[in-house]
């Protein structure tokens, strides 16, 4: 992929109606140089402009909310996108931090059996007690991402992210945050040593 500029971002975000503030569009294009494997937790108005940001590789979504996966895939029929469950609420973040066999997420063969470039976590829901909260999902990217790759974790200012960022995909992994509509955080994987 050759640069990719921050006006061309801005008109796309604004033609496209995507909630994430361009400078963090920008932060995590910069990780995708096509074709790499970039999984994606939660669906959006951003879906196709990821999958055609990284043109020639393969991008695929992970949703939790049924009517949004299907009005996307609907707009959008060649997204490779798969509907889960999560099974938990943001009341249990505090319990569950330090007990990864229950922070297993069944997802299919696809997604397992690959080795990931980059992946994104903007999902599932995580602003109030009743949503099922992103430990799952940042437990997963911690056995899911290649050696050395990106993960990005949105609205990583909230306390949930921050403290499942830190124990499962480590500070010291930690290359750089943006703020724009929220904190947009790096990690650049490297498991733990010692």
């Not at 943001?90 to 397992?112: G, M, S, V, Y």
């Not at 009743?130 to 999902?137: F, I, W």
Request: with cysteine; hydrophobic share 35%; net charge positive.
């Amino acid at each position: 992929m050759k640069s990719v500029k921050l006006q061309w971002i801005k008109r796309e975000r604004q033609r496209r109606g995507i909630q994430l503030h361009a400078n963090e569009i920008f932060f995590i294009a910069r990780a995708i140089r096509p074709p790499v494997n970039f999984l994606i937790f939660g669906m959006g108005n951003d879906s196709p402009f990821w999958s055609e940001l990284n043109h020639r590789g393969r991008t695929v979504f992970v949703e939790d909310q049924e009517d949004w996966f299907h009005r996307i895939r609907g707009e959008n029929p060649r997204l490779e996108a798969y509907l889960v469950k999560y099974g938990t609420t943001l009341t249990e973040a505090i319990q569950l931090i330090d007990c990864p066999t229950r922070l297993a997420l069944d997802l299919p063969i696809e997604i397992r059996e690959t080795e990931w470039d980059v992946i994104l976590i903007d999902g599932p829901a995580g602003y109030e007690d009743s949503t099922p909260g992103r430990m799952k999902s940042i437990y997963e990217s911690s056995r899911l991402i290649k050696q050395g790759g990106s993960i990005f974790v949105h609205d990583q200012e909230r306390e949930v992210e921050r403290a499942y960022g830190d124990r499962y995909l480590l500070k010291t992994n930690v290359v750089a945050e943006v703020k724009g509509r929220a904190t947009l955080r790096h990690y650049r994987y490297r498991l733990a040593t010692g």
